[in-house]
């Protein structure tokens, strides 16, 4: 008796181990990329856009098994906040109080199956906003909800 219970309690141990794989090659732990390296790649750091007129807004996304969604943000950074990926600064105008500062965010689902994505978008910069310094957050999220953060500074004239 004593014996197949010993034995009952191995089976089961040896059954759990095996069980519990470290399997992980179907987990994507990478993060996608956001590339403005092309020629045409807009805005890139220290980029100036003028009020009153459209830009295009041009990245290349990747990833190394599907994307998902991405949105942008411009805002002021009239305080010189900072939250810039990129490795040079820009010249900066004095500290000053927001009165009427540009505000955009809009969100893109990318279309499924995707791991390459060309993200071209149109955007009216409005005549009557404050003119100065700007962020342009890029936030590219992969299906599995990595995400990817590039932060530019921007100035609008």
């Not at 830009?55 to 190394?64: E, G, L, M, S, Y």
């Not at 995707?114 to 149109?122: F, G, H, N, R, V």
Request: with cysteine; net charge negative; hydrophobic share 35%.
């Amino acid at each position: 008796m004593k014996k197949t219970k010993t034995l009952a309690i191995f089976l089961i141990s040896l059954l759990a181990l095996v069980s519990c794989s470290s399997d992980n090659n179907g987990i994507d732990t990478e993060y996608p990329v956001i590339d403005i390296s092309a020629s045409n790649a807009f805005p890139v750091q220290c980029s100036e856009v003028t009020r009153g007129q459209k830009i295009t807004f041009r990245a290349q996304f990747t990833d190394n098994t599907e994307l998902g969604s991405y949105s942008l943000d411009i805002h002021h950074n009239f305080d010189h906040h900072t939250h810039s990926t990129e490795v040079n600064t820009c010249v900066a105008d004095p500290v000053k109080k927001p009165v009427n500062p540009m505000l955009y965010i809009n969100s893109v689902t990318i279309p499924k199956g995707q791991k390459s994505y060309e993200a071209i978008q149109e955007i009216t910069i409005p005549a009557d906003i404050d003119p100065g310094d700007y962020h342009f957050m890029i936030r590219l999220t992969d299906k599995e909800g990595w995400q990817t953060i590039k932060g530019l500074s921007i100035k609008i004239l």
